[in-house]
């Protein structure tokens, strides 16, 4: 027995070093190589919010994790390409994906998706909120959202909503309101929502859900009314409009924007890019100019990112089925 000892001692060592090895081959990668790059995938072109918001994020998380953060676009299908490859791709914190309220609303719009929103993902932070604003010409004869609703109601059909583009979030947020009051508005549908302001501007459509960023360069004139905003309480851009939920109990509506990995990605990779992200959001530069876009930084914890996902996949699935809408 003597002398099989060092044969074991031997075995023994060999194990340990093959272990050893083996742990560090399957350690996340976000803790091995800062040389490689961390990619933020985008399902939408270079400008829009989302991409900007993707940037002035990516800027932060760079500093924090010390590593390249590259930014990369892949529009279409109303974020679904992008949403795909991010959960296709390995676990480990290199490829994330920064998406919308698209992500939650496309669960119920297209009868078939290639992911699922929810099981295919690993939440990582809500990045910030944006509501939106009630607007209608100056030929319509209501001034507050009762009044409109009460005109509504006595002229069913006279009333149109113009809608930039069909599933969205400011489309979606009319149907939300029809459903919620029994409102006959009918819709009219628009490529882009510069058109549709635009024909709300001069006239020929009367209502419409829009962004503050599209609604500040055209306070000035008297062209158009202020009727309600969709967050829960008044937005520091419009201190003096109430929020729509004043006057229709529960209603809220906001666009969001979020930060999501691949499912099962390590708890320990998430909280890192958690960690990191949320010094970006908090950064008061970051800050003021969502603030001056209309929107409120959120830096939500993965667990209540991920409870909030769930929520607003079924909150959506009841609108779009009210409204009939389907993926274009």
Known sequence: MQTKRP???????????????????????????????????????????TDTLARAVGRGMEVSLKRPVIVENRGGAGGNIAAEMVAR??????????????????????????FDPIKDFTPITMVATVPSVLIANHNVPANTLAELLDHAKKHPGALNFAIGGSGSS????????????????????????????TDVLAGHVELMFASA???????QGGKIKLLGVTSATPMPQFPNVPPIGKTVKGFESNAWFGLFG?????????????????????????????????????????????EFVVRDV???AKVVKFSGAVAE
């Open 262 to 306: 691949p499912a099962k990605m390590p708890a320990e990779v998430t909280q890192r890019l958690y960690e990191a992200a949320k010094k970006a959001i908090e950064d008061p530069a970051f800050v003021k100019k969502l603030e001056t876009d209309g929107g409120t930084p959120s830096a939500m914890p993965p667990q209540q990112f991920g």
């Open 213 to 219: 960023l599209n609604v500040l360069p055209h306070l």
């Open 170 to 197: 400011l489309h979606l947020a009319g149907e939300q309101l029809k459903m919620m009051t029994g409102a006959n508005i009918v819709n009219v549908a628009y490529k882009g929502t510069n058109p549709a302001v």
């Open 89 to 114: 791709s390995a676990p480990n914190g290199e490829t994330i994906l920064m998406s919308f309220t698209s992500h939650t609303i496309n669960a119920s719009l297209y009868p078939k998706l290639p």
């Open 314 to 316: 079924q909150h959506w």
């Open 7 to 49: 044969t074991l001692r031997r075995a023994a060592v060999t194990l340990s070093i093959a272990a050893a090895g083996i742990a560090a081959a399957s350690m996340p990668a976000l803790a091995q190589d800062n040389a490689r790059p961390i990619r933020i995938v985008v399902g939408a072109p270079a400008g829009g919010t």
